[in-house]
């Protein structure tokens, strides 16, 4: 059993910068991938980014692309979301999660944080 746990989130403004961080409670395996998703009032649970425990990135959203970068300190157990850029749109809960399969899909994942609220007003 894995706990994650989000913070980082907050009320911001346009073009501003937020980083996120989840920490695991403990080491995750090598096989291990670690994804960031969101969720705004009304939609669906949206995959932004997914790591490797390698560190090799192998996915962002086309909404985040160039804005957003997700990394990994394994030594820390910890995963992390910069934000730039940000924008009225990316207003949503963010969730971390962990998972052998690393899929895009949120049944990819074994393991889910709480979330924590991002909120960018305009």
């Known amino acids: 059993q894995v706990q994650l746990v989000e913070s980082g989130g907050g009320l911001v403004q346009t073009g501003a910068s937020l980083r996120l961080s989840c920490v695991a409670s403990?080491?995750?395996?090598?096989?291990?991938?670690m994804a960031w998703f969101r969720q705004a009032p009304g939609k669906e649970r949206e995959s932004i980014a997914r790591i490797a425990w390698s560190g090799g990135v192998t996915y962002y959203a086309d909404s985040v692309k160039g804005r957003f970068t997700v990394s990994r300190d394994n030594a820390k157990n910890t995963l992390y979301l910069q934000m730039n850029s940000l924008k009225p749109e990316d207003t949503a809960v963010y969730y971390c999660a962990a998972g052998i399969l690393g899929g895009r899909e949120p049944s990819s994942y074994e393991y889910w944080g709480q979330g924590t609220q991002v909120s960018v007003s305009s």
């Open positions: 403990r080491r995750t395996s090598r096989s291990t991938f």
